[in-house]
Structures are given as C-alpha cells and as structure tokens.
C-alpha cells in the first residue's frame, strides 16, 4: 500500500510525541488519586493512551491496519522467536534473584486479583511496546524518502554496536553509583546476544531500507527514557540513556523484523519474556525495570 511520504512522516511524529510527552503529562495532572485496584487500571488506561491508542487509530485511518505493524502472522514465532526470548529470560531470572524477587517476576504474586492485575500489566506492556515500535519503524521507512537506503544486515550491525557499548558504558557507570554491576552488565550481554540472534536471523537477500526505519523508533525511544527520567538537564541522564540503551535492544529486534517479509510477528516471545520480569529491556519508558 502506498502512503503519501507526509502522513507517514506526520504519523511518526505523532506517535512519537504521545509516547514521549505522555509521562510528563501524567506527572503534570498529579497522578491518580485512586489506590488499589483502581488505581491499577487508571495507571494501564494511561499506558494504553501513550503507546497504544495512537497507533492503533493511524492504521484504522490510513486503512493498512495490521500492515501498518509489520505483521505477517505468527510464523517463526514458535522456532527463532523462542531462541530470541532466551536472553530476556536469562535476564529476568538475574534481577529477581539478585533483587530478592519472586522468581516468577510479576506474576509472582499470592492473590488472585494481584495475579489478573499483573497479567493485565504484561499484557499492556507487551502490546504497547510491540505496536508502538513496529509501527513507527514501518511509517519511518515511507515518511523519510531522502533517507539513504542501507543493507539491514549493516543497519543491525552498526546500530547494535553503538547499544551494545552504551549499555556496557552505562552498566559500570550504575554499578560504580550504588546500582547492581551484574544487573546492569547481564543486561548488556543481553543485549548482544539479542542484536547477535537478529542479525544471524536475517536472510542473507534481506532488503535494504532507509536508515531511518530503524533510527527513528531507536531515537524516539531514548527520548522516551530521558524525558520520563525528569529530563536531559535535570533529570537522571545516565540512567535514561542506560535504559535507552538496553530497552533498544529489544526495539531493534522488533523494527528489523518488522521491515522484512517474515514479519514482527518474530518478535512476540522476546516481547513477553521482556515484561515478564521487572527488567529495563522493556523500550516502555514507564515499565519499570530494574538496571
């Protein structure tokens, strides 16, 4: 389906600036009142509105619906995806442990009701952070046309690299300010592996695509951890960028699939085992990882 480049480019910036401006705007109406169960649901409802709702209204708009996130089904979700969830598990049971967390993550919880709201979250977070991604790597690669096309095997190899260093940076960074060393650094390797699997993944005729189809969901991303970090100035800038760094693992792997013919769809395992346990491989600024 063809898109005029405009409303593509315009479409990325709306997604954008709804996931970007959102966690200031909730931190602006003072948060919610409501406690408990209600008070879960207001916090999901604000989730849903800032990676969800956005995208989900564009694709209905421009008439591509599910096209519009890369998707081509489930296939390769069972085999490859599996194999690309395992690092984010690997991570998920380091956190817990060196936290002292219930070894089942969020699901760890003793009540039923706690257990349907925890299911509620990781489905929110899951779906959020897959239709936001998806969708702002395939509009980018139709909104910015004088963006120079690069071979996708290139793009995951240069963009990988630059994460994988500014998350190794940023783990020793929070390890010497009193954070986990081996959270942060297991992570890290996460991320490698993550970019490692991606790139192996990729058929060697993979297309080339503009640079920015991959770019702009990365760049957004860390603007996204920055911003709900309290800002480039006063805000906790290595810990948003360390985020950044990591959550755009998982990012990477979600544009890349999403721009080839196999489909995003890939991605779905990563996607869960990265909400299933508090980590900060979550592209989510609002998931709230541990790193």
């Not at 650094?185 to 058929?203: G, K, Q, T, Y």
Request: glycine share 14%; hydrophobic share 55%; charged share 10%.
């Amino acid at each position: 389906m063809y898109m005029a480049p405009d409303d593509a480019k315009t479409d990325v910036i709306l997604a954008a600036a709804a996931v970007i401006l959102g966690p200031s705007l909730r931190a602006f109406a003072g948060g919610s009142s409501a406690s408990g169960v209600l008070g879960v649901v207001v916090e999901l409802l604000w989730l849903v509105a800032i990676t969800t709702l956005i995208p989900v209204l564009l694709a209905r708009y421009r008439n591509d619906h599910m096209a519009a996130f890369g998707w081509r089904g489930l296939g390769g979700a069972f085999g490859p995806g599996i194999l690309l969830a395992v690092p984010a598990v690997a991570v998920g049971f380091v956190t817990v442990t060196t936290a002292g967390l219930p070894l089942a993550g969020r699901l760890g919880v003793g009540d039923p009701v706690g257990l349907l709201l925890q299911v509620l979250v990781i489905s929110v977070l899951s779906i959020g952070s897959f239709v936001l991604v998806a969708f702002l790597a395939v509009r980018a690669r139709e909104g910015f046309p004088r963006s120079p096309d690069v071979p996708l095997h290139q793009l995951v190899r240069t963009a990988g690299l630059v994460l994988v260093v500014a998350a190794g940076i940023g783990g020793v960074l929070r390890g010497l300010t009193g954070g986990s060393l081996l959270i942060s650094l297991s992570s890290a390797v996460a991320v490698a592996i993550i970019v490692f699997l991606v790139e192996r993944m990729l058929p060697t005729d993979a297309p080339a695509v503009p640079r920015a189809a991959i770019i702009a969901p990365l760049v957004v991303i860390t603007i996204a951890n920055l911003y709900a970090r309290g800002g480039f100035i006063f805000g906790d800038l290595p810990g948003g960028l360390t985020a950044a760094a990591v959550g755009g693992g998982t990012a990477l792997a979600i544009s890349v699939f999403a721009l080839t013919r196999r489909g995003s769809g890939v991605t779905i395992p990563l996607v869960i085992a990265v909400h299933l346990w508090p980590t900060c491989l979550s592209p989510v600024p609002l998931a709230g990882g541990i790193c």
